[in-house]
C-alpha cells in the first residue's frame, strides 16, 4: 500500500532541510594548493641551428603554459663578439631588462606572436666576406609573471650593401626656390629610394638616408664643381671600392689531383674599365674627401641643408620638398646684393642604408638648376604669333605687335621699364628676342621659353594673333609653372586652343585639363574660316563665317565696350590667304576665327561677342555667335587669369586702353608684393571661389598625367575633313 504524503508537508521538508545546508555548515575544503607552474618556450626546427642568412630572418618558437597563458615573449639579439669570454648563461644574465624586445600575447587576438623578423648586424667594414656570429636568447611569462627558462640559438649574418636612387632630376627642369611652403610645384621637390636587389629580390625593407643639398653654384662654379670632384669609382661584388688608378689583384686557387694553381690578374681602375662578373663602374662625388671639405664654403663645401640633425642625420623618408635654398648664401659674402632673379646649381646626394645598418657604396647624387624668383620687372609678352605673308589674317610685322603692347605699356605706366630691345637673334628675319618680348616659336639654341626669364616679371601677357596653331602647348609647361611661382597671366588669342588649322566647324573641342586648371577654359569651337576659305572643305561660302565686330561688357564700369576700328582692322593685318588672293570684305570689315570659349565654375565672365550679322548670321544657326562669352577672368586665391578669345591690334584705341588698364591693374601685384607673397596660400582673400594648395597640388599632379597624355594622343591624331 502506498503512503501518500500532502503538498504541504513535502514543502516544509524542503525548506528545513534547505536551512540546515546553508546555515549549519561552517567547516571549508581542506588540502594543498598548486603552486604556478613556469612556462616552457622552445625554438622550433625553422632556421636550424648555425644557419647564415644575408637578410634579417624570420624566426619560429613555441611557448606554452601548462596553468594558464602565455602573458609576452621578449628576445634579446646580441654579437658572439660581445659574449666574449662568457658562456651565454652568463652573459645574458648581465643583459638590463630594457635592453629586450617585448612582444605581447592578445588572447582576443588570431597572432599567437610566435615568430618574428629578427634584426641582426653585419660587419660594416666588410659586410659581404664577413659573416657576424650572433645569439638570439629568448624567454616567455606567463599571467603571474612566472618566466620560463632562457633559451638561445647562434646564427650567422653578412650583407649586401643597398643602392640608392633619386627619381625624376634633370638639369632641363628647373626648381622654383620658395621661402616657405606657398606655390603649386614650387620649392625643391625631391624623391628618391633603396633598393637591396641581391639580399631582398622583392618586398625590400625599410631603408633609412642621409642626404645633403650643396650649393648654390655659379655656372662657372658648378663646371669647377664637377671637373674636380664628380669621377667614377670601381664597386666590387664583395663590396670593395677602389678608385681612379688603382690596382686591383684577383688570384683564384686552382686544385688538381697533382697539383696547386694560382693564377692572378691585374685590374688598373680607368674611365674603360668594363663591367663584369667582378664589379662595374658607377659615379660618384668625392663630398667626404679632405680637399673638398676643407674648401669650405667660399670654395665648393656649400650645405645649403641636410637630413636629420647632428646627432643623427638618417631618416626614414624617402621624398621632401625643401624650401629657403639660397639663404645661406645670400649672408656669404659671394652671394650678397644679389636683388635680380638667378638660377643656380645645386648637387642632391644621398645615401641609404638597409637593415643591417651597410649604407650604399656609392651614394646617388643628381644636379640640377634652382631659380630664385625676383619679379623685379613688371610686364612680359609672350607672343605666339607667326606672321608671314603667306598666311592670312596675321599682323604685317613683328613691329605692330611690338609697337602695340610698348605704347599700352607706356600709356598703363608711365615710366615703366617695358623693354623690347632685341638682345639675341639668331637666323631669320624673326628670331628675336627681348627682356620683356619672347618669341617662343623662334628659340632654338635654348630650346624654348626660358623659366628663369618669366620668373623675373610680376605678369604675362600670352598673346596669339594669327588663326593657325601655334605651338603653345609645348612651351607651356614653364608658363605654368611661372602661375604656381605667383605671376599672373592675361591670354589674348585666336586658334590658339585647335590642334589643326585646315579643318571644318568644330562645335566643340575638349581642352587639355591643365589649361582648365589655370584659365577656366572648359571648351571652345572653331569655325574652320582659313580651311574653308582655302581649300573649300566645308559646304558654306568661307568669307561669310568672318563677323567678329567687337565685344559686349558685362559690367561696363569696369570694363568698355569693344568696337572694331575698320582703319586699324585693315592696316595692321594681312589680308591675303595663303595662295595670294585678297580676302578683304569692304562691307564686312570683321575679324575672323574669334571664337567663343564655355567656361569653368568659378570664372567671372566679361565680355560677349558682338557680331556684324547680330542674330542672323547668314550662314544659320551653328554660325550664330552673338552673346557668346569671349572673355573671363580667374581668381582662385592663389592666382588670377584673364582670358580672351579675342585680339586687339584691330580694336578701337581708346577702348583698348581703358581695358589693358583695368585688367593690368586687376593682375598687377598689390602694394609692393613679394616673391614670397606671391607663393602665400591666403594671397587673394576676394576669390569667389577658393582652392586650397593640398586641391591645387593634385590637381596638378593629375591634370598634368592627363595634359601629357592628351598632347601624346594630339600628336597622331588626323586631320578632320
Known sequence: MKTKISLAVLLLTITAASVLLFSGCTETLKGDKTPNQAPIVYFVNIPPEGQTFSRNP??????????????????????????????????IATVAGDRWIYLDVDPTEADPRTTNTIEMSADLSDPVNTYVPQYVFLQAFDEEGKESTIVYRLFSRNDNPPQTVVYGVTLDSPFVNSITPGGVITGVKLRWGGTDPIDYPSDPPPFEFKWKLFGPYTAAQFTALADSFFTEVYVTRDARVFRMGDTILRCDTFFSADSTDIQCDTIVVNASTPT?????????????DEDFINSGYEGFNRVAQSSGNELNPWVPDS???????????????????????????????????DDAQVADLAPSFKT????????????????????????????????????????????????????????TEESGPFRQQARDYFRPQYIVSDGGLRLVELLKHKVLIVFHDHIQYPNFFENADPIYTAIDAGINVWVLERGMLNRVWNQCQQFFIQIPATYQLYFGVAGTVYSG??????????????????????AYSIDSTKWPNLDVDTALLHANYIWKDILGRPVWRPGVPALPEVNWCSRRFGTEIMYLYKSFYGNSHPLGFDLTFEGSPVGHRLNTGLFRTVHFCFTPLGVDTTQMQQLADSVLDWLYPENGESAAEAMSVNRYKDAPVRMTLEEARANFIEHRKEYLERLREAANEPVLR
Not at 663584369?276 to 667626404?288: C, H, I, V, Y
Not at 645661406?328 to 642604408?353: C, H, N, Q
Not at 576659305?533 to 565686330?549: G, H, I, T
Request: hydrophobic share 40%; charged share 20%; net charge negative.
Open 276 to 288: 663584369t662578373a667582378f664589379g662595374g663602374l658607377e659615379p660618384f662625388f668625392r663630398s667626404e
Open 529 to 550: 574660316w582659313l580651311g574653308t576659305m582655302v581649300l573649300n572643305y566645308c559646304a558654306y561660302f568661307p568669307n561669310n563665317s568672318a563677323d567678329w565686330v567687337g
Open 319 to 353: 621624398l621632401d620638398t625643401i624650401y629657403d635654398v639660397f639663404t645661406k648664401y645670400y649672408l656669404s659674402p659671394g652671394g650678397a646684393g644679389i636683388d635680380t632673379t638667378v638660377e643656380m646649381y645645386f648637387v642632391f646626394e644621398v645615401k641609404s642604408r
Open 58 to 91: 624570420v624566426v619560429y618558437w613555441v611557448g606554452t603554459d601548462r596553468d594558464g597563458q602565455i602573458d609576452y615573449f621578449r628576445y634579446h639579439v646580441t654579437t658572439l663578439a660581445e659574449v666574449g669570454e662568457m658562456t651565454p648563461e652568463e652573459y
Open 368 to 423: 640640377f638648376t634652382v631659380i630664385d624668383p625676383r619679379r623685379e620687372r613688371d610686364v612680359a609678352v609672350i607672343d605666339f604669333t607667326l606672321p608671314t605673308a603667306r598666311n592670312s589674317t596675321a599682323p604685317t610685322s613683328i613691329s605692330v605687335s611690338r609697337q602695340f603692347w610698348t605704347k599700352t605699356m607706356e600709356r598703363w605706366k608711365p615710366g615703366i621699364d617695358f623693354d623690347t630691345t632685341v638682345i
